[in-house]
RNA sequence: GGAGAGAUGCCAGAGUGGUUGAAUGGGACGGUCUCGAAAACCGUUGUGCGGGUAACUGUACCGAGGGUUCGAAUCCCUCUCUCUCCGCCA
C-alpha cells in the first residue's frame, strides 16, 4: 500500500509508474483517493476541535462538583447534551472516510523502480543474464512427467486418489530428492548469514493483509472456513508478517531470514496448456528467503539476493536465463522484480524457479514496519523476498537435463544430501 | 470439550469512574563521580493522525469492537488471545 504522503507530495511521479504498469484509470483514482484524504483530514479537524472543547467541559465539571457547586456543574452537563450527537455523527464519518482511502489505497500498486522497462506481459521482459549451455538430448529425451513414471518417482495418479488433481505424490528416490533439495537449500542460505525459520503454514487474515495476498486475491488462497485460517501460498507471508507492528532498532538491521515450507495455490483459471507433470501444482516445496533492509541498502540486497540465488543454480548445474519483469508483467507489490528461469530441455522450454523482489515501502506501509534510528527518527523500512529455490521445476529439469540411457545423474553439489547418484 | 483466572508502557507490576499517557521497580540510554569500571546519585525512555518553520500543541490509543456517562484503563456487552485445573491426544 503506497503512502497518501507520497501520493499527496509526488502525485506525478505516481501516475508516471501507474501508466509504466499500464495501470488503468490511474489518474482517476489518484484525484480520488486526494480528495478523500483532504475531507478526511478536514473531518478530523473539526472532530479534534470538538473533542477538545468536551474534555475541557469534562473537566471543569469534575472541577465544579469537587467545589461543590453542583448547580452550575448541572448547568454546564445540561448544555452539553446535543453536542454529543453531532460529535458521534462525525466519528461515524471520520471513520467512513479512513476506510474509503484505505480501501482505494489497496487499489493501487506499488511504483515501478525506474530501472523498470515499459511493457504489457511476459514478452517484455528484458533478458539481463544468461548462463550455462543448453543439453542437447538424444531423440528419444523424454519430459519429465514420462520420467517420473519410468522411474517410479513421482505418482499423480495416487496424488489424485487421495487429494486431487496437482498434488503430487513423491516416492523413493523422488522423495528423497525432495528431501536433499531443501536441505541443500537450507544449508546454502546460512552459509548466508540467513537464519533458518520454520513458521507456520496458515496465517490468518491480518497477515494475508500484511503482504498484500488481501484482499482481492483471496480466490488464490485456499481457506478453512471453520477457523479463518489461510493455507499460505509462500512462506513469505508468515516470515515477513513476523515484523508485522514492529519498530526495529537500527542495530537490529539487516534481517535475513530463510524458511522451507510447502506451498499452496489454488491456481483457479491458470490450468490448461503448458502445466503438465511438475509445471504447476496446488502443494509445492520452496525454500524462501526474506530480507528487511534500511531503505538505502534495499537495492544492494536485491543484487545480493540474485547473486545468491544464481549460485545455487550453478551448483546444480542448471542454465538459467536471469529476467528483468517489465512494468505489465510485475507483480501488484513490487518495484522491481527479477525472475530466473532454468531451462527444461526435453520440453525445450524456460521454467521461472525463482522471482527476487523489492517491495520497498509496499508491505511495510502495510505492515506498519518501521525502525529507529540512533537519532530516535522513525522510517519505514524496505522488504524483499526471493525463490531459493522452489522445487518442483528445479527437479523438472534435473530430471531432462540430466537423463542418459543409464539412467538420471545427480548433480555432484546434491550427492551428500541425496547419498545416491542416479536414478535408474 | 468442561471449569476458573487474566490481558496495562521495552519487561515486571500498581491503578475499580474525575487534570492518569498512566505510580513503583527493573532494563536501556545520557550525565555526575572515576585513571577506567562498579556502586551511588540526577535525568531521559511512547505510537498514529492533525496544526505549527520550530519550540510546541490538539486528538486518539491501557487485547479488539461496541455501550453507559458531562467524564472510562476503571462499569456493562460481544469477540480474540493467554494461563491454571480436568478431559482427550501426536
Redesign the pocket.
Known sequence: ML???VIREQTNKVLEGLRKRNFKDAENLINLILKK?AL??ET??A???R?????????????L??AQKNDE?NA???S??EA?ET??AM?ASL?ES?KEVIDLLYKIPNIPHESVPAGFGADDNLKVYEHGLLPQLSLDALPHWELIKKYDIIDFDLGNKIAGAGFPVYKGKGAKLQRALINFFLDEAEKQNYKEIQPPIVVNEASGYGTGQLPDKEGQMYFIQE?GLYMIPTAEVPITNLYRDV?LNEEDLPVKNAGYTPCFRREAGSWGAHVRGLNRLHQFDKVEIVQIRKPDESYQALDEMCAYVQSLLEKLELPYRKLLLCGGDMGFNSALTFDMEVYAAAQQRWLEVSSVSNFETFQANRL?L?Y?TKE?K?HLLHTLNGSALALPRIVASILENNQTSDGIKIPKALIPYTKFDIIN
Open positions: 503512502q497518501v504522503a484524504d478526511r483530514k478530523q479537524k472532530l479534534d476541535d473533542k477538545a472543547k468536551a474534555n475541557a467541559d469534562a473537566k471543569k465539571i469534575g472541577e462538583i469537587k456543574a454546564l452537563r445540561a452539553i447534551g454529543k460529535t458521534k466519528e471513520n479512513e477457523d519498530i506498519k518501521r529507529k530516535g522513525i
